[in-house]
């Protein structure tokens, strides 16, 4: 079975994306409802600052049509704070709160800081094993030591192992070249994948102010083969990538021949006040 490919944005909430995205007048409460229209899937960031009430999971899922699917990131208390110590308890909360999603919950990223290093492998070794296999997961590190020689092959086993993803990012703490060779030899059934951009100098989400056509080509010339190998792709572009989110998130749709929406025509079906 062919996979799926599943790309979206990291967030929904961008004020500035009410007239280039959102059609002129959609008020915050609507943003969720629009953005299912045009993408089939969502990397949740709020949910790295706390665990999300139940009232909050239940309200994105009932504003959602089914088939879509929200990638949430576990707490930064478990993986900033705790550095995936100590927290049995805090991981079983979230996951029992990630699990009201039902059929919409994608992979759940577990994104460390760059103070984790090869160091802290222990941690990594001891915290894997005890997530659930019924659930999905992706593995983010944040430091370039992770792909030396004499670490990257006892990491890769070990998510190989438990069926978990190496989350693959376009960022500025690894190669890009590194990456891409990581993108074609996936250690899960699924590939994770964030395209973040170099740094945080942008600050006007309304449009696009960075030319990455060349990184997305790249990146699209290793992810083409993925989904007839079984593979399933979930893809989140940053605002910080090229300036504004969701027009990334297009130009990688094409290239991956998904159809994107029309941004201009997702008003149509929903009430946007």
Not at 30 to 51: C, H, K, N, P, R
Not at 99 to 117: A, D, H, T
């Amino acid at each position: 079975m062919a996979g799926r490919v599943l790309i979206g944005t990291q967030g929904w909430n961008y004020p500035a994306w009410v007239g280039p995205f959102y059609p002129d007048g959609t008020r915050p409460a609507a943003m969720l409802s629009l953005y299912a229209q045009a993408f089939g899937t969502v990397e949740v960031d709020s949910t790295f600052y706390a665990i999300p009430p139940v009232n909050s999971v239940r309200g994105w899922a009932a504003r959602t049509p089914d088939g879509f699917i929200f990638s949430l990131k576990l707490p930064q208390e478990i993986t900033h704070e705790r550095q995936l110590r100590r927290s049995a308890a805090e991981t079983e909360l979230f996951i029992e709160r990630a699990r009201l999603l039902g059929p919409k919950l994608g992979p759940i990223l577990v994104q460390m800081g760059p103070e984790f290093g090869p160091a802290d492998f222990d941690a990594l070794e001891a915290f894997i094993p005890t997530l659930p296999g019924d659930l999905r997961f992706a593995v983010e590190l944040r430091r370039s030591e992770w792909t030396k020689p004499d670490v990257l092959p006892d990491l890769l086993g070990l998510l190989r192992d438990h069926g978990v993803a190496l989350a693959l990012s376009d960022g500025r703490w690894m190669p890009r070249d590194t990456v891409l060779e990581l993108a074609m030899e996936p250690t899960a059934g699924f590939h994770y994948l964030r395209w973040m951009g170099p740094n945080r100098d942008l600050t006007d989400f309304s449009h696009v102010q960075v030319d990455r056509a060349a990184e997305v080509d790249a990146w699209a010339g290793v992810l083409r083969g993925l989904p007839a190998r079984g593979i399933d792709i979930f893809g989140y572009a940053n605002n910080h990538f090229e300036g504004h989110s969701p027009s990334s998130a297009r130009d990688i749709q094409r290239l991956l021949g998904v159809a994107p929406v029309d941004p201009r025509q997702i008003g149509d079906q929903i009430s946007l006040f």
